[in-house]
């Protein structure tokens, strides 16, 4: 089903129910070496902003994607590495649990919130090399279209998505097989950008954060 | 932070580069395991031409594209070097064929003025953020 038009789009968004998050952990799994050698914050989204997400477009603002388990983050780093030619031993990950309760949220596995914007479930999870090759031609995905357009919306903080591992798992292999997509404020890695609500990252070895 | 201020703000790498001379060419291209010639494919350089720049002194190009093509072969050395990888295999890792660019090289890809793509995908799997 394609996105409506830009205009009702808006309006879908706009008329669409945010979903305050529950206090549950999400997930992510960092290359430590890279992060302390780098100086990168763990919840650094500058990157993805730039070069594109599954919902958020190249050139875009600080998207921070986060997973709903420690098994589900660090599967989609292994994917992220291995399309990447990074086959070789790396420094050790470890998996930060991150926590952003009360964030208002479009929850787009739920059917309900999602029939509006036109998208089905096997769209939101394609494989990201669909995404990819349409940003190679100057195009933006409908996914990505559907993210920005949320991002507008003054009192949304993100999205929570079906990973695209669930188009590939049968269901039930893994819990939780969902991530969690922030807006986040340019100017502060930890805080998110529409309403201004703070992050907390978990790091309870004090390793990067005492 | 921009990629830049942040790689230049660590400590990796900067023996290849000083902000008011320029680049060692010869040693941050041999570091990667990009050959002269490769490097003037990269840059679209005349092999002549690129022969100067592996004086072994440091230089600071004029041209654009191939002030930016070092730019971003010194970001993405300090990004393997945050990894710890040798030099053999970054070297490797530079001519393999990514699925995430239609089969094209890392070197291909900065041929094609996308190398700071590369680098921030790169930074962006290290925090764990890749997109989905």
Same mark, same amino acid.
């Given at each position: 089903?394609?996105? #409506? ?18 206090? +549950? #952990?999400?997930? *992510? ?10 100086? %990168?914050? %763990? ?46 031993? !790396?420094?050790? *990950? ?28 096997? +769209? ?28 507008? !919306? ?36 930890? !805080?998110? !950008? ?17 | ?28 291209? /041999? ?8 490097? /003037? ?12 720049? &592996? ?24 990004? &393997?070097? /945050? ?50």
């Amino acid at each position: 089903m394609p996105l #409506p038009p830009t205009s009702d789009l808006a309006l879908a968004i706009t008329a669409a129910t945010l979903t305050p998050l529950p206090d +549950e #952990p999400w997930y *992510r799994s960092v290359d430590l070496a890279v992060v302390v050698n780098l100086g %990168v914050h %763990v919840l650094d989204g500058t990157h993805t902003g730039k070069t594109g997400g599954r919902f958020n477009s190249p050139a875009s603002k600080p998207t921070c994607y986060l997973a709903g388990t420690q098994t589900l983050a660090a599967f989609e780093c292994e994917q992220a590495a291995m399309i990447l030619g990074l086959t070789k031993p !790396r420094s050790p *990950r470890v998996t930060f649990a991150i926590s952003v309760a009360g964030a208002q949220v479009l929850d787009l596995t739920n059917a309900l919130v999602r029939t509006p914007f036109g998208l089905t479930y096997g +769209e939101l999870t394609l494989p990201s090399s669909h995404w990819q090759h349409l940003n190679r031609t100057g195009v933006s995905a409908p996914v990505q279209i559907l993210g920005e357009a949320a991002r507008a !919306r003054k009192d949304c903080d993100g999205l929570v998505v079906p990973s695209w591992l669930c188009s590939v798992l049968p269901p039930g292999t893994l819990p939780r097989p969902n991530n969690l997509v922030l807006f986040m404020d340019p100017g502060h890695s930890t !805080r998110l !950008r529409n309403t201004g609500r703070t992050i907390t990252v978990h790091d309870h070895s004090k390793l990067l954060y005492p | 932070m921009p990629t830049t201020t942040l790689l230049f703000a660590s400590k990796l790498a900067t023996e290849y580069f000083n902000p008011t001379t320029g680049y060692q060419v010869k040693a941050l291209c /041999a570091e990667l395991g990009v050959k002269p010639a490769a490097f /003037a494919r990269v840059t679209h350089r005349k092999t002549e031409s690129v022969a100067k720049l &592996f004086s072994g002194k440091f230089v600071n190009p004029k041209e654009g594209e191939t002030l930016h093509v070092l730019r971003q072969m010194h970001q993405i050395l300090a990004v &393997f070097r /945050a990894m710890d990888w040798s030099k053999d295999d970054v070297a490797r890792w530079m001519n393999t064929p990514l699925p995430t660019d239609e089969g094209r090289t890392p070197l291909d890809v900065l041929a094609k003025g996308k190398g700071q793509g590369l680098v921030d995908r790169l930074v962006a799997l290290a925090t764990g953020n890749v997109g989905g």
